[in-house]
């Protein structure tokens, strides 16, 4: 928007006139910092409603990725030509030694440890670069190394920290269904070791990871797929420990986000292709415990929410979007769909009492007698329990009867 006085243009207003990619929000404060293909960076107040900062980088400098480290000190943008900068979140101008043009290609995601000492990005060429900060003055920010460890797009880079410790752990999940993790601390400059790399799917693509909350006595990172599913992996083994039910809205899961709440609530964030969803923690596969409605009917781009869970923001197209979160609907919705096995006999074709379930149970009670052995003519035992030999040829005979 622009004012002609005195024979003068004066510029009054310049907004997104190009798809915003790269979102994020401030962790201490009520910030939220959007940048698009424009090369447009602002600053907005999502409570006052009012912009803080804005910093153009002008034609040709789209803005792909944006990331606050943890404490709110710093902003990491990441360019289309592979270019990083790290600014002062304040000023938003370049800090010394905060240029890194190691990418050729387009910056998809950044990331900061839990102790804002190591910056990490990936880019379009399934490279992951790693960034250290330094106590020197004159460079307070120094170039570590790169490693293309995957053969496919990577779709997840995420921190976590080592158990027992304060060590920060790095690690990237690709399409080619590796989990990479790299050895950080002995790392040196142009050499960024790999220090285990695990296949975690055989047939299903992985879409995105998260940490998932400390409500368990083991340690899990969350996966989603392709195929609907949710994994829980061991942090530390990295073996898959349980598989459940995720969203089912259409199309599969692209981001999932960890809303934190009081009193040890704890729910998922999600989006799918043009929807935004959330789910009830712990999971259990159970489908009334996730809701979701229209996002952007142009394809939601990103989601990210604000440091006390209580907004989340999703861009689309050229538009951000920001929500409020009422986890007591959600609840409610839940409380609803029943209690028990209720919710999950609905999953079967005709419900309960359907030919699909009579089916399951008679393959139940058959798994016990093949394990007593068929020809045998002593009394039988049946119990609720099948032996764990026979849970294989169970589950492949229910999936055949599901098919």
């Known amino acids: 928007m622009y004012q002609h006085k005195q024979n003068k243009v004066e510029k009054l207003l310049q907004e997104h006139d190009n798809v915003i990619q790269a979102i994020d929000s401030h962790p201490v404060s009520d910030y939220i910092a959007i940048g698009s293909y424009c090369g447009l ?10 912009e803080i900062n804005t910093r153009a980088f002008g034609e040709g400098n789209e803005i792909t990725a944006l990331c606050y480290d943890k404490v709110g000190e710093f902003l990491a943008v990441g360019f289309y030509d592979g270019t990083i900068l790290v600014l002062d979140s304040v000023s938003l101008e370049t800090i010394s030694g905060g240029e890194f043009s190691y990418a050729k290609a387009r910056i998809t995601q950044l990331a900061f440890s839990h102790d804002s000492i190591f910056l990490a990005a990936t880019d379009h060429d399934d490279t992951t670069t790693l960034i250290k900060r330094t106590s020197d003055s004159n460079s307070e920010w120094s170039y570590i190394g790169r490693n293309k460890a995957h053969y496919k797009s990577i779709v ?33 400059e142009d050499n960024l070791i790999v220090m285990s790399t695990d296949k975690i ?13 400390p409500i368990n006595k083991e340690h899990f990172l969350l996966i989603a797929n392709s195929e609907y599913k949710y994994k829980l992996l061991n942090a530390t083994t990295k073996r898959c420990r349980r598989t459940l039910l995720g969203p089912t809205h259409g199309s599969f899961i692209q981001k999932i986000v960890n809303l934190g709440y009081p009193e040890d609530k704890h729910y998922l964030a999600f989006i799918t292709e043009d929807k935004i969803g959330m789910t009830i923690l712990p999971l259990d596969g159970n489908p009334h415990n996730t809701t979701a409605l229209l996002a952007h009917c142009d394809g939601t781009n990103n989601l990210v929410a604000c440091p006390r869970s209580k907004y989340l923001f999703t861009v689309g197209g050229k538009v951000c979007r920001m929500w409020e979160v009422n986890p007591e609907v959600l609840h409610a919705t839940a409380a609803l769909g029943g209690t028990g096995l209720v919710p999950f006999y ?45 849970v294989p040829k169970h589950h492949a005979s229910s999936w055949l009867l599901s098919n």
């Open 201 to 213: 799917e055989q047939s299903a693509t992985p879409v995105s990871c998260a940490w998932y909350p």
């Open 156 to 188: 997840n880079i995420i921190f976590g920290i080592a158990l027992d410790s304060n060590v920060p752990r790095l690690l990237t999940l690709g399409k080619d269904r590796n989990l990479v993790e790299y050895d950080i601390l002995n790392s040196t």
């Open 346 to 390: 609905e999953l079967l074709e005709g419900g309960k009492d359907g030919p699909l379930a009579k089916e399951m149970e008679e393959y139940f009670y058959y798994s016990q007698m093949r394990y007593q052995s068929v020809a045998t003519t002593e009394h039988r035992k049946v119990g609720k329990y099948v032996h764990l030999e026979e």
């Open 41 to 50: 960076l602002k600053i907005w107040d999502y409570i006052e409603k009012k």
